[in-house]
């Protein structure tokens, strides 16, 4: 904790909670190598509580006291994710996890003698213990509000006829509840896309205690120096209708009865969720499923348009991959954050099959122009997320100088 005599002199004393692992280039880990980068600069001392495998002391970021890695908080989660997919709850495995990590976090030691925690809103028993101490509580949210995020997966499930067993994460209420409650206890929130920050802010959160920054691309994405030489457009995403996929297969039927000449590449892991639609869509002319694949290498091949119709995100990492690869995007408000500007890096679509259909023809139509919008999209990446770790320090710096 500060100390008294001469509380901005002191190291701050963090304590990061998070369910991930610290290495590998998932979505969050290279975020927390990030994070712990920043956090060394500004003299931070900070203990990790996650996933294993623990790295050597050797490797550790100069920051890192301590790395906590607690290898059956994952077994549990895939257990239970196993045995919730048997009913339906897709999430429950998430949120054993997150509770058993938050009571083993705290049991050993990230909440004495801490300044703050820094941790993800499903993490409500730490959050509740953190509270109560005292410590200041800052939260990344990398999802639109949760009861946002959990009416619109409902009701998209429910329009495109999804039974509860098939339907995509966050099905599972006391994850999302527990989200709910930890928000409420937040000193601040880091949000990543204006939209994620509307969602809040109609939701009732506080808009001060909001901060809205969006996370660089992984590191691997390099622009392409190859665009496509006809119409390519790839489809991205471990869930469906959250992410469009029912539009995309009207989008693509019309535009293909309407002349265009295009090729649609489907990537990612078939979920249940998923598997109708992707028929229906691989059945469609010139569309190939490539299943899971790395996008970042099939984006660094060429430049091509990722399409993104998304009705609830955080900020897709798909979106800013493809920017940050020279390829541009078809999105929606919810998948675009400030990094598709229309008609400069991509084209904004509405949330209907029509209007996506319409933004297939406008990109061919201006096909010529894809690689000098892919160079804008990537440069508006970088200038969008290149303070990010900074601007989450000084957050977590200024909310502990009002201890």
């Known amino acids: 904790m500060r100390s008294s005599e001469n509380p901005d002199q002191d190291p701050?004393?963090?304590?990061?909670?998070?369910?991930?692992?610290?290495?590998?280039?998932?979505?969050?880990?290279?975020?927390?190598?990030?994070?712990?980068?920043?956090?060394?600069?500004?003299?931070?001392?900070?203990?990790?509580?996650?996933?294993?495998?623990?790295?050597?002391?050797?490797?550790?970021?100069?920051?890192?006291?301590?790395?906590?890695?607690?290898?059956?908080?994952?077994?549990?989660?895939?257990?239970?994710?196993?045995?919730?997919?048997?009913?339906g709850w897709s999430s429950l495995g998430r949120y054993l996890g997150c509770n058993a990590l938050s009571l083993l976090a705290i049991q050993n030691g990230a909440l004495h003698e801490t300044d703050a925690v820094f941790t993800q809103p499903y993490m409500w028993p730490l959050v509740k213990a953190a509270k109560k101490r005292g410590i200041k509580i800052v939260l990344e949210s990398d999802t639109d509000h949760p009861l946002f995020f959990w009416n619109t997966l409902q009701e998209r499930h429910k329009e495109a006829g999804i039974p509860f067993i098939k339907r995509d994460p966050w099905n599972f209420w006391p994850y999302v509840n527990g989200a709910l409650k930890s928000i409420d206890y937040a000193d601040q929130i880091i949000v990543f896309s204006q939209h994620a920050l509307e969602t809040y802010v109609k939701h009732g959160v506080n808009p001060n205690k909001l901060t809205l920054a969006t996370p660089p691309p992984n590191p691997k994405c390099q622009v392409s120096k190859i665009s496509s030489p006809k119409p390519e457009f790839i489809w991205a995403g471990n869930h469906g209708v959250r992410k469009g996929l029912d539009l995309m297969v009207d989008a693509w039927a019309s535009y293909k009865r309407s002349g265009g000449n295009g090729?649609?590449?489907?990537?990612?892991?078939?979920?249940?969720?998923?598997?109708?639609?992707?028929?229906?869509?691989?059945?469609?002319?010139?569309?190939?499923?490539?299943?899971?694949?790395?996008?970042?290498?099939?984006?660094r091949e060429r430049r091509r348009v990722l399409v993104s119709p998304s009705f609830s995100e955080g900020m897709p990492r798909t979106v800013l991959e493809a920017l940050a690869c020279g390829s541009c995007a078809i999105a929606s408000h919810a998948s675009c954050g400030s990094v598709v500007v229309d008609r400069e890096s991509g084209w904004i679509t509405e949330l209907d099959s029509q209007s996506l259909a319409e933004a297939l023809h406008q990109a061919e139509r201006n096909w010529c122009d894809v690689k000098v919008m892919g160079d804008r999209g990537a440069t508006l990446v970088f200038n969008a997320t290149k303070n990010y770790f900074t601007i989450s320090a000084n957050l977590l710096t200024t909310e502990i100088k009002k201890l």
């Open 263 to 299: 090729s649609l590449f489907l990537c990612g892991e078939i979920t249940p969720a998923q598997s109708k639609l992707r028929k229906q869509l691989a059945n469609l002319p010139d569309v190939i499923d490539l299943g899971r694949i790395s996008l970042i290498g099939f984006l």
């Open 12 to 87: 701050i004393q963090l304590s990061i909670i998070f369910f991930s692992h610290l290495t590998g280039n998932g979505y969050k880990a290279p975020r927390l190598r990030g994070y712990l980068s920043e956090f060394g600069m500004q003299h931070f001392h900070c203990r990790f509580f996650g996933m294993p495998p623990s790295p050597e002391k050797s490797v550790w970021p100069n920051c890192l006291t301590e790395y906590h890695g607690y290898r059956w908080v994952s077994r549990l989660a895939a257990l239970g994710t196993r045995v919730g997919s048997l009913v």
